[in-house]
């Protein structure tokens, strides 16, 4: 008989997901003009300084590029690292609403004065 084997394409592990999501945010971070060596060394040093975690450049290099088998405390630290950025980026794009709508007081407290 056919042995069909029940693995989808599609579907992908959670350490799949949380590669999509590194090299996201690894992307965006990353300057024009700037070697991903550069980048990794640079995204190493700020998941020291997150999460206190001892982790090599080239430890970061291979979860990029899905190389290795990376330990379970190495994926939660740069997870961890990865979250703040996502965080920090959403927050960011709130900031940018709330302060239009602060402009519309001063011009009342202003029109106010005039009607003595």
């Known amino acids: 008989g056919n042995s069909t084997s029940s693995s989808s394409g599609s579907s992908n592990s959670p350490l799949e997901e949380n590669r999509n999501r590194f090299k996201r945010v690894f992307d965006s971070k990353k300057e024009v003009g700037e070697t991903n060596d550069y980048t990794f060394e640079t995204v190493r040093q700020e998941i020291r300084h997150f999460t206190g975690e001892k982790i090599g450049k080239s430890t970061v290099e291979n979860f990029y590029y899905g190389k290795g088998n990376p330990t379970f405390t190495t994926v939660m630290s740069i997870m961890k690292w990865v979250e ?9 794009n709130n900031n940018n609403n709330a302060s239009s709508a602060n402009n519309n007081n001063d011009n009342n407290a202003s029109s106010a004065n005039n009607n003595r």
């Open 84 to 92: 703040s950025k996502e965080v920090a980026s959403s927050v960011n």
